[in-house]
């Protein structure tokens, strides 16, 4: 049964840092673009960043700049570093891996930046 287990969010100030980790056990990882997506309340889940299995990157506009994606396919293992954090980043984040074997989803880690 593919898993992905999300960890790393909690509280920080405007202007901290932290670093999501998602741990993948599905059979072979590198094969999968990996995702990350956040759902702030009230509004809809949307893409933050992704990572293909070629390491090729893109980031939603607002983040640019702010967060780094990238991945470790020794550890099967996706990483979100988050900078400059503001309370618009506020929300629960979700890790997505998708490949032409299936699409799996996280349970979500709360992110919460206080003003």
């Known amino acids: 049964q593919a898993q992905l287990v999300e960890s790393g969010g909690g509280l920080v100030q405007a202007g901290g840092s932290l670093r999501l980790s998602c741990a993948a056990s599905?059979?072979?990882?590198?094969?999968?673009?990996m995702g990350w997506y956040r759902q702030a309340p009230g509004k809809q889940r949307e893409l933050v960043s992704a990572?293909?299995?070629?390491?090729?990157?893109n980031y939603a506009d607002s983040v640019k700049g702010r967060f780094t994606v990238s991945r470790d396919n020794v550890k099967n293992t996706a990483y979100l570093h988050m900078y400059s954090l503001t309370p618009e980043d506020t929300g629960v984040y979700y890790c997505?891996?998708?490949?032409?074997?299936?699409?799996?989803w996280g349970q979500g880690t709360q992110v919460t930046v206080s003003s």
């Open positions: 997505n891996a998708k490949s032409r074997f299936g699409q799996y």
């Open positions: 599905i059979s072979i990882f590198s094969l999968y673009d």
């Open positions: 990572i293909t299995s070629g390491g090729s990157t």
